[in-house]
């Protein structure tokens, strides 16, 4: 996807904003947002089960060069047509997912979990819930190691968890693709889907919630309220910018398409 990014070659800019004062430099896409094993259930220290990364790689990041080409055509044709229910049904799912494997989306949320787990009580509470734990065990749930990697593979199986409910929402939203009228670059940040809502309290599949990621250095997509989608939009300028901020600011690290 990072493709849609490149000026040259496989080449964006990039920066981190963990290192405050560094200007964006040009970057190889295969070495920016990358993890190895970040999505594989931890076992035995040092073996991986990758069936999870190899789901999203077969199924969701093949189709990525069809989806573009659609979306392409419908900034010129004003109609997304998919030409396969399968298609349209996968997208659903890479959308989905997109925002659920980013480490700005899932970090916090595991580091909070994290100490609710493994709290002071942790030994109490397991012992008064299910049986007495011998010293080894006792040593083995507090130790770091054993915790870190507890945590490593809920977080795995936590996204391996499809929330239907969510899919069967975003499959009833209508999705559009949305263009700047002035060729402005939009820019691709490591919290990929941004959320925007017009009032609050209002639920995703209700008028006022729309959830948006950018898919090419001129093209964004997103899932908006049924009835509210026209097919193709063309944003103003300052909407483009709006958008790329607000991004910017929820995420740890961003990649652009210098202009």
């Not at 899932?106 to 493994?118: C, G, H, Q, T």
């Not at 939009?233 to 202009?259: D, N, P, R």
Request: hydrophobic fraction near 40%.
């Amino acid at each position: 996807m990072l493709r849609n990014f490149c000026f040259e070659s496989n080449a964006v800019y990039y920066v981190e904003k963990a290192h405050p004062g560094r200007e964006p430099k040009r970057r190889n896409i295969s070495s920016i947002f990358c993890r190895r094993h970040y999505h594989s259930v931890l076992k035995q220290k040092t073996h991986y089960d990758t069936d999870l990364e190899a789901f999203f790689a077969n199924n969701l990041e093949a189709y990525i060069p069809e989806w573009t080409s659609i979306f392409k055509r419908a900034v010129s044709s004003g109609r997304i047509e998919f030409g396969s229910e399968d298609l349209q049904t996968w997208f659903i799912q890479f959308f989905y997912n997109h925002m659920k494997r980013s480490p700005d989306f899932l970090d916090p949320i595991a580091k909070s979990s994290m100490s609710e787990v493994f709290h002071p009580e942790v030994i109490e509470e397991v012992e008064r819930n299910f049986r007495p734990l011998s010293q080894k065990e006792k040593e083995r749930i507090l130790s770091p190691e054993f915790q870190d990697e507890t945590l490593w593979n809920s977080r795995v199986v936590n996204i391996s968890k499809q929330g239907m409910e969510v899919l069967e929402i975003i499959a009833e939203m209508d999705l559009v693709v949305a263009t700047s009228a002035r060729q402005k670059d939009f820019i691709v940040a490591s919290n990929p889907v941004a959320r925007f809502e017009r009032y609050r309290n209002q639920r995703l599949g209700e008028i006022g919630v729309e959830m948006w990621t950018t898919f090419s250095a001129s093209i964004a997509v997103g899932f908006v309220a049924k009835g509210a989608g026209t097919g193709t939009l063309f944003l103003g300028s300052g909407l483009v910018l709006t958008q790329s901020q607000k991004m910017t600011v929820a995420a740890s690290a961003i990649a652009e398409k210098k202009v």
